[in-house]
């Protein structure tokens, strides 16, 4: 969600439309209607796929980005790879990271570490992770993650999770898994164990 649609949203001025992820075969099926009969296409579908979880409009503007590269370019006898699928797939992953980088730079710093913090937890978990994580207040990270579930731009609601302690809290999850993968990419190597609750 960018800042302008969250404000959007914030005041009751549009609505968002949640699609849902498309599987490996659908990415090859819409490959196959835009592109017709591309060479490696099934493998092209999997770097799609791996780099975007299926997201319908990560998957429309992913195929964008490599017609704008010049890596699928159409001539006399149609649609054609230009570049190796490991070279696709390498820049993939990079466009994702600018991608993710660019929504974050709008964010609040504490927003941000709550995030690199929940990556670290994992796909799924509790605000109590992110709390313990960060040193602060169960409240604390409950109310930052529900605001950042809010958005739908990252994070979703996942129910509820009950710690030894008995204590419960809101549990979460990314909204795409390649989200959590990139945002824990981002935490410092020598960071990432102080932030692993045990």
Same mark, same amino acid.
């Given at each position: ?99 993710? +980088? @660019?929504?974050?730079? &709008? ?5 941000? *570490?709550? #995030?690199?913090? %929940?990556?670290? !937890? ?18 604390? +990270? @409950?109310?930052?993650? &529900? ?5 739908? *731009?990252? #994070?979703?609601? %996942?129910?509820? !999770? ?32 102080? #932030?692993?609750?045990?």
């Amino acid at each position: 969600v960018t800042p302008l649609m969250r404000s959007l949203l914030q005041k009751g001025a549009c609505q968002e439309i949640a699609l849902e992820p498309l599987g490996l075969e659908l990415v090859e099926e819409y490959l196959a209607e835009r592109f017709g009969e591309l060479d490696e296409i099934q493998g092209l579908a999997k770097a799609i796929h791996d780099n975007t979880d299926g997201n319908p409009l990560f998957v429309g503007t992913t195929c964008d980005h490599l017609v704008s590269r010049g890596w699928i370019i159409e001539g006399d006898a149609g649609w054609a790879l230009t570049s190796p699928l490991d070279v696709i797939d390498a820049d993939l992953h990079d466009s994702m990271r600018d991608n993710v +980088a @660019e929504r974050l730079d &709008g964010m609040a710093d504490n927003d941000v *570490s709550a #995030l690199e913090a %929940a990556s670290v !937890a994992g796909e799924a978990f509790a605000s109590q992770a992110v709390a313990a994580a960060l040193g602060i207040a169960v409240d604390e +990270a @409950e109310a930052t993650c &529900g605001r950042l579930a809010g958005w739908h *731009s990252f #994070l979703t609601k %996942a129910g509820t !999770a009950s710690w030894p302690d008995g204590s419960e809290a809101q549990s979460y999850r990314f909204v795409h898994q390649v989200f959590q993968r990139i945002l824990y990419d981002r935490v410092p190597p020598g960071l990432r164990p102080k #932030l692993h609750v045990k």
